[in-house]
C-alpha cells in the first residue's frame, strides 16, 4: 500500500501534493512514516491526513507522545 515517506514543511504542502499527484492519488496514501518529530520530517502531517483520510502515522516509540498530541487523529 502507498505510503509517504516524510511530509515536509508545512509551507510545501501544497507542491509536495502536486508532485505525489503525478505518481499517485494522495487519497490512496496508507501509511505516512517519519523518524522524528522535526518540521522538514512531519509539519505537513495534518494535511496530509485531512487528504488521505485512510492514512495511519507510522512512527517510533521516541516521538509517539508529540505526535499523539499533534496529529489530527491516532
Given at each position: 500500500q502507498?505510503?509517504l515517506?516524510?511530509?515536509?514543511?508545512n509551507?510545501?504542502?501544497?507542491?509536495?501534493?502536486?508532485?505525489?499527484?503525478?505518481l499517485?492519488d494522495?487519497?490512496?496514501i496508507?501509511?505516512?512514516c517519519f523518524?522524528?518529530?522535526?518540521?522538514?520530517?512531519?509539519?505537513s502531517l495534518?494535511?496530509w491526513?485531512?487528504v488521505?483520510?485512510n492514512a495511519?502515522?507510522?512512527?517510533?516509540k521516541i516521538?509517539?507522545?508529540?505526535?499523539?498530541?499533534?496529529?489530527?487523529?491516532?
Amino acid at each position: 500500500q502507498p505510503a509517504l515517506i516524510h511530509t515536509g514543511h508545512n509551507k510545501t504542502f501544497d507542491v509536495v501534493r502536486e508532485l505525489v499527484a503525478t505518481l499517485i492519488d494522495p487519497a490512496s496514501i496508507r501509511y505516512i512514516c517519519f523518524s522524528h518529530f522535526e518540521p522538514d520530517e512531519c509539519g505537513s502531517l495534518n494535511k496530509w491526513l485531512e487528504v488521505a483520510p485512510n492514512a495511519v502515522a507510522c512512527i517510533n516509540k521516541i516521538c509517539e507522545s508529540s505526535v499523539k498530541d499533534f496529529a489530527i487523529k491516532p
